[in-house]
């Protein structure tokens, strides 16, 4: 059975994704589109060979849609979930899960309401080859217990603007996610560190920013986060461990040599680093829908946890201090091995 996925949004990431699900991933095809632009979606639906309609019920409610993918702003994406769960649809959606830790709530909520797993968050880094690399370098124990986990991600210009708190609850939440899955472990506490402003930070914002979390057992995991680095997209983990230290992306391109220097090329965009994260993410999540498994990758709750995290990173980045961070009680329907095994 091909999979026609509908799809909501479709700006800068959305369009990608229906490009691949059409074109590279087997098994699926788009068929309905949805844009708060409703020129956009009718010119993409046209390339697709899809449909457009202009309103999100009608899109998860029709008859030509097995499965939907989000990919509109992020303080959307839970007042839609919440308008389209209720159609029984497997749902991707980009990440965060939601803005605010009462809108996440609401999801988890409204999945536990109906008793079943719909939605799997686009935390794709978890299908990246170098982060999966990682994790099974952490599992093997070769570099010892991980102590310390540095982070840094920059992208070349802050794609909607620079606003620190959307750096934190749209960039680091990445982060965020990565951390715990890598660790299987929760975090305890954050605090933010705000320097000396680059040159393209607007007045009262901060950019870079260090954003620095105790884990539950103690490790220290920080991340620098700089939306307006300017010179490309970087991302890079370097993990201390009590014998040794595991590094992904320094060095993961072609080296090149010519007129007496020696470099590697940068992507640009976030597009060109986790190309095969996407695809490896949509090619899991349609091969799921078609067998009825549970998805491969992170679930709304996983989406809840990363959202209250950055929401008390937005209070420590707000009072200059360390916020303390409680998950509540994890609902029974996210029991299972997404994060590993809890206390
Ligand atoms: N996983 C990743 O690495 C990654 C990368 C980029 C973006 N994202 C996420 O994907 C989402 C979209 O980001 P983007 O960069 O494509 O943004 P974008 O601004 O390029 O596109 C957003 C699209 O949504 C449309 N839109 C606006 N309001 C809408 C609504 N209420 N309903 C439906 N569509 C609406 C806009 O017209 C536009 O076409 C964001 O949540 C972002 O955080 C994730």
Known sequence: MTVR????GVGNIGSSHALNLARVVSGSAVSVLFDADPDRAAALAADLGARSVRTVPELFDADDVDAVLVASPDDV???QLLLGLPAGKPVLCEKPLATTEADARAVIDAEVGLGRRLVQLGFMRRFDPGYVQLKQELTAQGIGEPLVVHNVHRNTSAPYGLVTERTLTNMVVHELDIGRWLLDEEYASVMVVAGRPGPLTPDGQHDPILVVLRTASGVV???EAFANAQYGYEVVCRVTGSRGQAVMGDGS???RSTSFSRGV???ELWLGRFAEAYRLQLQGWVDAVQ??????????WDGFAATVVATRAV???RSGGWVDVVLPPRP???AGPDVGPRP
């Open 332 to 334: 029974s329907l996210y």
């Open 291 to 300: 067998g009825g498994e549970p998805f491969p990758g992170a679930t709304s």
């Open 315 to 317: 209070e420590a980045y």
């Open 221 to 223: 995991v920080e991340v």
């Open 265 to 267: 090329d940068l992507p």
């Open 77 to 79: 994406h839970a007042e």
């Open 253 to 255: 391109y072609i080296t």
């Open 5 to 8: 996925v509908g799809v909501v």
